[in-house]
């Protein structure tokens, strides 16, 4: 995956987490591969920075998050966090779960450009809700999910009771809970949690040429569509029409939209901005 191109930034404070901007794509590359990247604090706060920068830049079309070595991402790796000053109070758990692993899931549910998950290899715990958070979700046919926290005799966090149940229905997601079992790549595909499985050795290409295609659209209304899908589940008919005809009215503001409809009329390709 690439990790060098415009703007490429590999200072030694972020090693860990590698970022490059490339042909308008924001490519956010976790890089511990001798923990199997199970993420630290310090990557926790990089990877929100950067989704939140990539909402804010208009030279960003798109995200994708992927990592180096045999794992993506092997769940949380408290052992970089602040130490605590004091003992556990009442609260302490709930808040340290809501300002951290569901900030991080957050961000990139709430990130208003595109993000595309590429699995390399094990995403577990707080990493498989990461790739659930995604838009796409593209994994190395080598890779797994596994719901780990029963194994440890822990309550799911980063979301994951939010999300998998939307990706599979609720008798999926808690047989997948339930029991911590390891998920296949090809039997996440099956169960739709996965848009495609390839070979490893072809995730990279397969990457590239779907953020190529997200980077040359038009990316304020795929932020609307996003926010509208990410929504439908949450709200009733009424709700969702309305938050339609809203979002349509925005974008109809937008170069790109209007672009758009010039091009049917012209009969020609759309040439998108991203504005």
């Known amino acids: 995956m690439p990790v060098n191109g415009e703007a490429a930034e590999a200072s030694p404070r972020d090693a860990t987490v590698l970022h490059a ?47 180096t070595g045999r794992g993506f991402c092997a769940g949380a790796d408290l052992r970089g966090a602040p130490a605590q000053a004091r003992e556990r109070a009442p609260g302490d758990v709930a808040r340290t779960i809501r300002l951290g692993a569901q900030r991080l899931i957050a961000a990139v549910l709430d990130c208003e450009k595109p993000v595309i998950a590429a699995v390399n290899g094990t995403a577990a715990g707080i990493g498989a809700h990461l790739a659930f958070a995604c838009d796409l979700v593209l994994a190395a046919d080598t890779a797994k999910f596994i719901e780990v926290f029963v194994r440890r005799g822990l309550v799911p966090d980063g979301g994951g009771a939010f999300l998998l149940p939307r990706l599979v229905g609720p008798q999926r997601a808690k047989e997948l809970m339930f029991f911590g079992d390891a998920l296949t790549a090809a039997d996440a595909e099956r169960m739709g949690i996965v848009n495609r499985t390839v070979p490893a050795g072809e995730l990279e290409a397969l990457t590239k040429e779907w953020a190529g295609r997200l980077s040359s659209g038009p990316t304020r209304a795929l932020a609307l569509t996003k926010q509208l899908v990410n929504a439908s589940l949450d709200g009733d008919r009424a709700a969702a029409f309305a938050a339609e005809a809203a979002a349509q009215e925005i974008n109809m503001t937008t170069r790109d939209a209007n672009e758009g409809v010039a091009s049917f009329v012209e009969r020609r390709p759309p040439t998108y901005e991203g504005r």
Not at 21 to 31: A, E, M, P, Q, R
């Open 21 to 67: 901007l490339d042909g308008g794509v924001s490519w956010i590359t976790l890089n511990r591969p001798e923990a199997m990247n199970a993420v630290t604090w310090d990557q926790r706060e990089r990877i929100i920075a950067l989704l939140t920068d990539a909402s804010a830049d208009p030279a960003v079309r798109a995200v994708v998050l992927t990592a």
